[in-house]
């Protein structure tokens, strides 16, 4: 078995080219490049039940050669991905994948996968393939290619247009510093899903879900440094899941769970605070806030769509001044999303995710000449109920005077309670399952309604901006801000019951 470190970005086409002509391939670049096409058959049964058990068997014809390959899924716990992998080549009088050749364990896991199911082709990918060997300064040794072509499945296809950067030896980190300076010369966006998963997406319905975040399992006895790298790279890859569904199905969902990702990840740098903030986390977690906020106002226009204005409209039909204001913020909501997308195809973008991942996989917080490294040692058990008692301080400072909160204070308690429930989603593993789940439940319950009142506020400066664009929407605007404001009122009240039944649930972690 060999294993496969390799990152993968992708990129629009006719940025290709360019990509070729970076700076740092034409210092890194070792000898001729080659090139080649390559037309790879995945096999699987009919439900792809190979691929949901992490398992890609193809057979790939290119050079006069047939080579059959089986990987496994990635064990990385960064953005590269570290498959097994086995290769053998066919012979001639082989025509599809021979089990026989793979190890016996390998071969009982598809056994076992496929249940008894008839494995056959199910996507077909022709690739033309240009690579460059790369030697860095230190030795490392990386495969560098570019792949055009096209994937097919069910009817469908699917544009292939991407590099892949695979480590032959040394760090795992030089693949991202490489793809740092390929950013620097041409958007690129790093991608998650390999050719084979993508075709699963194009062999059942086409369509790509929305992704919430997964639960994360922490060891008590793992340190607060690895905890910390944990979560980080957890609260990454639940971003980066989400951007192919956001940029190409134009999914309010898929940004939503983009900008979900984005303040778990803040909360996370709160959380941890001086244990392991540097300047670089600082950095990292100003940039985190500009891409919420850049793709925020799309998210916006689609709940003032959806919940703001669609209820009133249902109730008078009839009224054209409400379907203007309807129209007009349609409009606004095409504009939010081409500002959404330019955000996330932008260089900055792919700078954060690069930055980000390095930042992880090197322990950069270890730079600092001032880093306490007696507190990255320390255990994640001791620590938690200090990050917990942080959040929960802060949220009782201002929730004490609840009765008197004027909006902007209502809004930053509704952060606060943010803050505390994504820290509890991050070490709620390490405590009793009964007294977790009662406390999340009742801070679940509170934030929901904070939520409910942010959106309401949000609301109403979107309204007074369609407003001031066209006097004309004066009427139908206070008339929709009038009916949810009388809903607001509603809600602050559910909120303050809400907030002293909270108070009355014992902490789980104390």
Known sequence: MNREIELKLE??????????QAPVLSRLKRGRASAKTLRSVYFDTEDFSLMKSGLALRVREGGGKRIQTLKTESNGAGLASDRGEWEVQLGRDEEGPNLNRLPASIKARIRKAANGAP????????????????????????????????????????????????????????????????????????????????????????????????????????????????ILRHCLSHLLMNEAIAIESTSSEGLHQMRVALRRMRSAFAAFGKAMENETAKQLSR???????????????????????????????????????????????????AGARAALRSARMSSFVLRLALYVDERAWRDDEEADVGRFEMKLSDFAPRAFDKALKKVVKLGRHIDDL??????????????????????????????????????????????????????????????????????????????????????WHSAIELWDDFRDVEPFWR
């Open 287 to 337: 940039d985190a806030k500009w891409l919420a906020t850049a793709i925020g106002r799309a998210r916006d226009f689609d709940v003032f769509i959806s919940t703001i204005v669609a209820p009133v409209i249902k109730e008078r039909p009839d009224d054209k001044g409400l379907v203007a204001l309807c129209d007009a913020a349609e409009v606004a909501r095409k504009r939010a999303w």
């Open 406 to 491: 004027d909006i902007d204070e209502r809004h930053e308690l509704r952060k606060r309670l943010k803050r505390l429930r994504y820290t509890s989603s991050f070490f709620a593993s390490l405590y009793g399952k009964p007294g977790t789940r009662r406390y999340l439940h009742a801070l679940a319950e509170l934030q929901d309604v904070f939520g409910a009142l942010n959106d309401v506020e949000a609301a109403r400066k979107l309204t007074e901006e369609l407003m001031a664009a066209a006097p004309a929407l004066a009427a139908p605007g206070k008339h929709v801000l009038a009916h949810h404001q009388r809903r607001a009122r509603k809600e």
């Open 119 to 230: 494995i056959s082709a199910r996507l077909v990918s022709d690739i033309h393939r240009t690579a460059h060997q790369l030697t860095t300064a230190d030795g490392d040794e990386i495969e560098f290619a570019i792949d055009r072509g096209v994937l097919r499945a069910n009817g469908r296809e699917a544009r292939v247009s991407e590099v892949e950067l695979e480590l032959k030896r040394g760090d795992p980190a030089s693949l991202y510093r490489i793809a740092l300076e390929l950013a620097d010369a041409v958007p690129l966006r790093v991608g998650l899903r390999s050719k084979a998963e993508r075709g699963l997406t194009l062999a059942g319905d086409g369509k790509i879900e929305a992704i919430r975040a997964e639960a994360i399992m922490l060891d008590p006895d793992a340190t607060v440094e690895a905890a910390y790298a944990s």
């Open 11 to 20: 990129c629009e086409p006719d940025a290709l080219d360019r990509v070729s």
